[in-house]
């Protein structure tokens, strides 16, 4: 039997491009579930749509649903049945299959996902397989209702709710007309082409052919062929100008959610305007035209920019609307350029103080004098250079002097670039002025950390200071409320000390809960309602859960709980291996590298993590010498592996050296096993009984350095 495509088409007055992006997004699963639950068998799932429309296709779709025979366990014997007579709990049962009550049996039924073993009332539910045309009308309207959008609103006199008001509805299965309504509209086959270059109707002979009758109306509902034909056209006016485009993808993304047929429009502005810094000019071009700057390099643009419409009607009249406002928008930037760089960088760096950083936590000025103080303590603990502490003390200084600016006042998004701009200006060093604009970085999860030590250290210190001062007075993330991005912040540090120790591997040495105690320390003079202490606790607890998280994505659940369990071995001393994120990080990887290999060993090795662990509960760990061991040579042997263990395990500070442990665990894990099996270690008759178990609990110590293996499991 023939499958035909089913199509489903929603026409609505324009959405905003992120209402389009975030439907086209859920449509398929939305439809693959409502089918699912109707045993509607199908293919591919395409979502496609514009501004005015939401569509989806879905390929194969079976003609009827898959005709149901299963059995259904109900309740137990004694809560179905009283005295041998059914209980409303029986007849309940039987009324939701639509069996009668003697239809039901006993059954004896083992342990379950959900069930206790025992005698359940059981019955068999059978079901034709009905029409997919007759399901279909009743699950379009529920798969248009589920659509979720950050905002809806009932339109007209119905009840439903909707991001726009509903103008139109097709629904198609193969040729055939699925009657269906939704928000009061009824379906048709009937939609419509582009707005301006072919408004009249269409009607649509068949589903398999929307796509292409829908582009011969000059409307592109492939969300990626659309966003292909814009850039191509993008990329070509840029060239025939003597440069290329602005590679922003939120441009892409806006622009592309915003049109039927992409067309665009070149347009001009004065070259006086280059005066400006670039990032001003592509800041008035994105985030109030939406347009693409036309550039040389990232520093250098021409005086021109590109606009994405949505009809080639009149591209002259366009380009002469836009211009105005282009106009309009680098004027006001020029008078704010001018303004702004008639105020020393001194001077708007003490009127931070009329800026609130957090309630009870002080001004901005008194943010960046700790942060000044806390970076210079991070740079002695990395051993920067003189030099190097010089210009970090300077960028720290200066790093938020753009927010009491015009420019930033109008541009938010410009913090940091304009700071730099300004100490150009003033003639600072050109790393002291590239740090303030870097030490903002990262600012997303896509997003590199800052390129050099000295923004590194600034970025650090900022952040530190915010979460220490948050969490200190009782700000700390509740559920999904983070109002003064805390995660986000940790979620920076936590990059920093990894991704720079990758590069110099004085960073893997500095321990999180250390530089949280730093941060706190500086805060002298303000009330505080947690102490050093529970801070320094709360902090690394919330920065574990951020690595655990962080090492999970790029390994394993497993091998992260795995790592997070074990311990460091940093200055001598053990310590919680989450102090030091660059150490978990390494070893995360070289232990998934392993997992992912399937090496036999390992099945080995988390039978003896879980016997050590087990030991090492009632034992001390102490490394006993080996003298005290010389009557026995099987104690000598078990003080020999756990000296290998003890040496292979004692400097993880890099994947290379956790690679060399774990080749290492191999041999020591089967060593261990034999010595379990061969050895009483828990003879009470033995008087070595008790260094034996201390012995052993420190080789369970040692093995924790590079993760606790019955995680594994």
Request: net charge neutral; proline share 5%; glycine share 8%.
């Amino acid at each position: 039997m023939t499958r035909p495509t089913l199509l489903l088409e929603i026409g609505v007055e324009e959405l905003p491009s992120s209402f389009v992006d975030a439907a086209l997004a859920a449509l398929p699963n939305l439809v693959r579930e409502k089918l699912g639950q109707l045993r509607l068998e199908h293919g591919n799932v395409y979502a496609l749509g514009t501004a005015r429309r939401l569509a989806v296709l879905v390929h194969e779709l079976s003609p009827t649903q898959t005709s149901l025979d299963e059995e259904v366990i109900g309740p137990p014997e004694a809560a179905a049945f009283k005295d041998g007579k059914p209980t409303r709990a029986a007849e309940a049962f039987a009324a939701k299959l639509g069996v009668s009550v003697e239809a039901l049996s006993i059954v004896e039924k083992a342990a379950g996902p959900k069930q206790k073993p025992g005698r359940y009332v059981v019955a068999r539910r059978q079901e034709q397989g009905r029409e997919a045309t007759s399901l279909l009308g009743a699950a379009v309207a529920e798969i248009c209702a589920s659509i979720p959008f950050r905002k809806s609103m009932r339109w007209g006199s119905g009840d439903v709710t909707f991001a726009r008001p509903v103008q139109w509805l097709v629904v198609l299965l193969g040729d055939q007309v699925i009657d269906a309504t939704f928000a009061g509209v009824r379906s048709d086959r009937k939609t419509f082409g582009h707005r301006f270059l072919a408004p009249a109707a269409l009607s649509l002979e068949h589903a398999d052919g929307y796509v292409d009758a829908l582009r011969s109306v000059h409307v592109l509902v492939d969300r990626d062929e659309r966003a292909r034909t814009m850039m191509d056209g993008v990329a070509r006016a840029a060239r025939e100008l003597g440069g290329t485009h602005d590679p922003d993808p939120a441009l892409v993304d806006e622009n592309a959610s915003l049109v039927e047929e992409p067309h665009t429009v070149v347009g001009s502005f004065s070259p006086d305007f280059l005066a400006l810094p670039a990032p001003v000019i592509r800041a008035v071009a994105r985030g109030h035209q939406k347009y693409f700057c036309v550039q040389k390099n990232e520093e250098e643009l021409l005086p021109h920019y590109l606009a994405v419409v949505n009809t080639a009607n009149r591209p002259d009249k366009v380009a002469l609307g836009n211009d105005r406002v282009m106009r309009a928008r680098l004027s006001d930037a020029q008078f704010f350029f001018g303004e702004d760089k008639k105020t020393n960088v001194e001077a708007r760096v003490e009127k931070l103080g009329g800026i609130v950083f957090v309630a009870r936590l002080g001004t901005v000025r008194e943010k960046v004098a700790r942060f000044e103080a806390l970076a210079a303590r991070i740079a002695e603990r990395l051993g920067l250079s003189a030099d190097a502490a010089k210009k970090i003390q300077r960028a720290a200084h200066l790093s938020k002097n753009d927010l009491v600016s015009l420019m930033v006042g109008e541009f938010p998004e410009l913090q940091g670039t304009m700071g730099r701009a300004y100490a150009q200006g003033a003639g600072e060093d050109p790393e002291v002025c590239d740090a303030i604009r870097d030490h903002y970085r990262p600012v997303g999860a896509d997003d590199r950390i800052a390129p050099s030590d000295v923004a590194r250290v600034i970025a650090l210190a900022d952040r530190l200071d915010t979460l220490v001062g948050c969490f200190a007075i009782g700000l700390s993330p509740t559920g999904t409320a983070d109002p003064y991005a805390l995660r986000r912040a940790c979620i920076a540090v936590l990059r920093i000390l990894i991704e720079s120790a990758e590069e110099s591997p004085a960073w893997g040495e500095l321990h999180f809960g250390e530089l949280v105690g730093l941060a706190y320390d500086l805060y002298t003079g303000k009330k505080l309602d947690a102490t050093r202490e529970e801070t320094i606790a709360k902090v690394s607890e919330f920065g574990r859960e951020r690595l655990r998280n962080w090492i999970a994505t790029r390994t394993s659940s497993q091998v992260a709980d795995a790592v997070l369990t074990g311990h460091a071995f940093a200055a001598g001393v053990e310590a919680p291996i989450e102090g030091y994120p660059y150490f978990a990080m390494a070893k995360a990887r070289a232990l998934q590298a392993v997992v992912s290999s399937g090496a036999s060993w390992l099945e080995k090795a988390r039978t003896v993590a879980k016997r050590l662990n087990g030991i090492s509960k009632d034992a001390a760990p102490i490394l006993h010498p080996k003298e005290g061991f010389a009557a026995s040579s099987k104690d000598a042997t078990i003080h020999d592996v756990v000296c290998a263990i003890d040496t292979a395990t004692a400097s993880l500070k890099h994947e290379r050296a956790v690679e060399s442990a774990l080749h290492q665990a191999e041999d020591l894990a089967q060593r261990i096993d034999e010595i379990f099996v061969t050895t009483l270690v828990n003879d009470p008759n033995d008087p070595n009984t008790k260094k034996r178990l201390e012995l052993l609990s420190y080789g369970a110590k040692s093995m924790l350095r590079i993760g606790d293996f019955s995680k594994l499991g």
